[in-house]
């Protein structure tokens, strides 16, 4: 097996794991949206700050179980939690339709 081969083939496992990936974040904003939707009829305001950081420190907790970096998973989250927010401000304030 060359060098080569074998990099091809790591390639190829990160692009299924990045394909899968994909698809959790897909399914996760559909349930982002359904919260934006829940929130908008029941007048629950957009932010919950302590969900926000329950969220990160249980995430980054299970990161460091995982040998992973706490603080790159606490930054992912950050990034995909401000990714949801925007989501439900727009939804909320009616600016898209909640797509289902």
């Given at each position: 097996?060359?060098?080569?081969?074998?990099?091809?083939?790591?390639?190829?496992?990160?692009?299924?794991?990045?394909?899968?990936?994909?698809?959790?974040?897909?399914?996760?904003?559909?349930?982002?949206?359904?919260?934006?939707?829940?929130?908008?009829?029941?007048?629950?305001?957009?932010?919950?700050?302590?969900?926000?950081?329950?969220?990160?420190?249980?995430?980054?907790?299970?990161?460091?179980?995982?040998?992973l970096n706490p603080d790159f998973v606490r930054n992912l989250y950050t990034l995909i939690?401000?990714?949801?927010?925007?989501?439900?401000?727009?939804?909320?304030?009616?600016?898209?339709?909640?797509?289902?």
């Amino acid at each position: 097996m060359t060098k080569m081969y074998r990099l091809d083939e790591f390639r190829t496992q990160l692009n299924i794991l990045d394909e899968k990936l994909i698809n959790i974040l897909s399914e996760r904003y559909q349930i982002c949206r359904a919260i934006a939707d829940f929130k908008k009829k029941h007048d629950i305001p957009m932010m919950q700050p302590a969900r926000v950081e329950e969220v990160k420190n249980r995430c980054a907790t299970m990161a460091k179980n995982k040998n992973l970096n706490p603080d790159f998973v606490r930054n992912l989250y950050t990034l995909i939690i401000d990714e949801a927010c925007r989501l439900e401000d727009d939804i909320i304030d009616n600016k898209v339709e909640n797509i289902k």
